[in-house]
C-alpha cells in the first residue's frame, strides 16, 4: 500500500516552532518531488513549499518565505517541513503530496499521492 505518514503537529505558541515530518510507506520517495500544502477551516488549500527530487531545489510560498524550512532525507524515505516563527495564521491541516513528474508550479503540478495531513495549531 502506498501512503504518506505524517507526523509532528501540534499545538504551538505564536513565536514557537514544530517540525512536520512525511514519510513516504510503499513507495520511494527518491523517485518524487514533495510538496506541502495547507487548509485551513473555511479556506482554500495553499502551497506551503515543496522540493525537487534532482538537486533538491525549494520552492517557498512568500507566507513562509525565510521562517520555514523544507529538507528531505532519501535515505529515511522521509522529507520534513520546520516552522519557525509560527503564527496563529499558520493554524490549518497541513499534508504533503508527491509529484513523479513535477512540472511548472505547485499549482500547476500533477500530484500522485496525497496524504491525509497533520493539524498544526499556533495558539497562546
Known amino acids: 500500500q502506498l501512503e504518506f505518514v505524517e507526523s509532528g503537529g501540534g499545538l504551538a505558541q505564536p513565536g514557537g516552532s514544530l517540525r512536520l515530518s512525511c514519510r513516504a510507506n510503499g513507495f520511494t520517495l527518491y523517485d518524487y518531488t514533495i510538496g506541502w500544502f495547507r487548509r485551513a477551516p473555511g479556506k482554500e488549500r495553499e502551497d506551503v513549499s515543496c522540493i525537487s527530487k534532482s538537486d533538491s531545489s525549494t520552492y517557498y510560498a512568500d507566507s513562509v518565505k525565510g521562517r520555514f524550512t523544507i529538507s528531505r532525507d532519501n535515505a529515511k524515505d522521509t522529507v520534513y517541513l520546520q516552522m519557525n516563527s509560527l503564527q496563529p495564521e499558520d493554524s490549518a491541516l497541513y499534508f504533503c503530496?508527491?509529484?513523479?513528474?513535477?512540472?511548472?508550479?505547485?499549482?500547476?503540478?500533477?500530484?500522485?499521492?496525497w496524504g491525509r495531513g497533520t493539524q498544526v495549531t499556533v495558539s497562546s
Open positions: 503530496a508527491a509529484s513523479r513528474d513535477f512540472s511548472g508550479t505547485m499549482s500547476e503540478a500533477v500530484w500522485d499521492l
